[in-house]
């Protein structure tokens, strides 16, 4: 049985750091693409990462852009996703995703989420 | 960046009744997938590659579209088919989601 279990989540001032992780079972973490979406308190869903399965290659929208890096590893079955210069728009829910293939993108597994609030 | 805008952002069905959500994309993609999430719940792939059911998933529902235009029928409502449902495009990037479609039961 596939499983993602985030954590790391919580209260963070604005401008501070936040580091979550994900830790993957069920499956050989090593050859799929991960990513992690988030979702705003009663709003709709947001891409905000994605990695591929070496960790060579990280795609970020510009919302997060050199704020936020991805990353893996491979050997601990293990995702992440720093955060730096954390700004109130980024309080949300933030789920760890497996991507179902990497030529059509879509999310076929996903964590329970971990919740993040920027606030002072 | 492509933009996937969902109607209706609200409807009510009753039991047995057919329900029908779209979604169209600012310009052609090439599959468009839809997710479910029941309340306080994580998201579920639901259709992937616009029409192909995700594991588990009730034969009442079908996916179909092409272009910019794509739909998520429900041939027979039921009580456990209330949930939000999410279009999302993967054939460019960034990878977007529409806004959602909330389905309530009557």
């Known amino acids: 049985e596939v499983q993602l279990v985030e954590s790391g989540g919580g209260l963070v001032q604005p401008g501070r750091s936040l580091k979550l992780s994900c830790a993957a079972s069920?499956?050989?973490?090593?050859?799929?693409?991960m990513a992690w979406v988030r979702q705003a308190p009663k709003k709709g869903l947001e891409w905000v990462a994605t990695?591929?399965?070496?960790?060579?290659?990280?795609y970020y929208p510009d919302s997060v852009k050199g704020r936020f890096t991805i990353s893996r590893d491979n050997a601990k079955s293990s995702l992440y996703l720093q955060m730096n210069s954390l700004k109130s728009e980024d309080t949300a829910t933030y789920y760890c995703?497996?991507?179902?293939?990497?030529?059509?993108?879509?999310?076929?597994?996903w964590g329970q989420g971990v919740m993040v609030t920027v606030s002072s | 960046e492509i933009v996937l805008t969902q109607s209706p952002t609200t409807m009510a069905a009753s039991p047995g009744e057919k329900v029908t959500l779209t979604c169209r994309a600012s310009?052609?993609?090439?599959?468009m997938h839809w997710y479910q999430q029941r309340s306080g719940t994580s998201p579920k792939l639901w259709i992937y590659?616009?029409?192909k059911l995700a594991s588990g998933v009730p034969n009442r529902f079908s996916g179909s579209g092409s272009g910019t235009s794509y739909s998520l029928t429900i041939n027979s409502m039921e009580t456990e088919d209330a949930a939000t449902y999410y279009c999302?495009?993967?054939?460019?990037?960034?990878?977007?989601f529409g806004s959602g479609t909330k389905l309530e039961i009557k």
């Open positions: 995703a497996r991507h179902g293939t990497t030529v059509v993108h879509y999310f076929d597994y």
């Open positions: 999302q495009q993967g054939s460019s990037y960034p990878p977007t």
């Open positions: 990695i591929s399965t070496s960790g060579s290659r990280t």
């Open positions: 310009s052609s993609v090439s599959y």
């Open positions: 069920g499956f050989t973490f090593s050859n799929y693409y």
């Open positions: 590659e616009t029409s």
